[in-house]
């Protein structure tokens, strides 16, 4: 029996949280442009180190978003307009971030699928204007394009960030091609709906699964950012 092997890309395959932290303040910063006067290099230095430690409650890359106006509400009691920025830590975002969501959301009076739309125009027009930069700022883990390029086994990439976004960066980055229709990107359902789906397709009958990072929907809570020096283990596939 073969295997057929899904794949997570964020925290699995690749580190990300460099570009998407980034990618969240220019976001924010056309969301809510209001919120960023005053704002200098040194504050926006601080959010995006922030961002790196609360990257693991991040399940959909618009939260990165909401993360970033609740560490601006943190920092600047004035601009305020959610009722659980006071007194809040980043220990407290960590513990408590499924609860302050919803909260945070309603209060703000906004709505996923436009902070969705925005966070990926944000991360097209930084593609599209500095390719190199975009690029630059993800990186795969030791040992993954290698395997991805080599593996014996069929490969599938289930993911919550948008399939664009995963392709480019395994085309670019990674130098490896995987055919658009094994990438399941953000909007394709959810992730236990696709492995079954994957299980029942016929090229994939009699094959065993292996799902890194995808096994629950609540894995992608793991994917904690590392630094460039951190030391990550090496990836490897059958």
């Known amino acids: 029996m073969g295997d057929l092997y899904a794949l997570d890309f964020d925290g699995v395959l690749c580190d990300s949280c460099g570009e998407s932290s980034l990618s969240a303040v220019k976001a924010a910063e056309v969301r809510w442009p209001g919120l960023f006067h005053g704002v200098d290099s ?8 922030q961002m790196h430690i609360v990257r693991p409650v991040v399940e959909t890359g618009y939260e990165n978003l909401l993360l970033v106006r609740l560490l601006l509400e943190m920092k600047i009691p004035s601009i305020r307009k959610s009722s659980v920025a ?3 830590t980043i220990d407290g975002i960590l513990e408590k971030w499924s609860k302050l969501k919803p909260v945070i959301m309603e209060e703000w009076d906004e709505e996923r699928d436009v902070l969705i ?3 990926g125009k944000v991360r097209d027009d930084w593609m599209e204007n ?6 630059g700022a993800n990186r795969f883990y030791p040992g993954v394009p290698d395997a991805l390029k080599f593996a014996s086994s069929r490969i599938y990439i ?3 960030k948008q399939s664009r976004f995963a392709d480019a960066l395994l085309r670019e980055l990674a130098g490896v091609v995987i055919p658009p229709e094994r990438i399941f990107g953000l909007g394709t359902g959810p992730k236990v709906e696709v492995l079954k789906q994957l299980q029942r397709k016929p090229e994939n009958l009699g094959l065993k699964l292996q799902g890194l990072g995808v096994q629950h929907p609540k894995r992608e809570r793991g994917s904690s950012c590392h630094s460039q020096d951190s030391p990550s283990p090496t990836f490897r596939l059958q």
Do not use: H, N
Request: aromatic letters at 14%; hydrophobic letters at 50%; glycine letters at 4%.
């Open 130 to 135: 500095d390719l190199t930069t975009w690029i």
């Open 117 to 119: 739309d925005i966070f």
């Open 158 to 160: 289930v993911t919550t």
């Open 86 to 88: 006071d007194g809040l």
């Open 42 to 49: 040194a504050m926006q230095d601080w959010i995006v180190e």
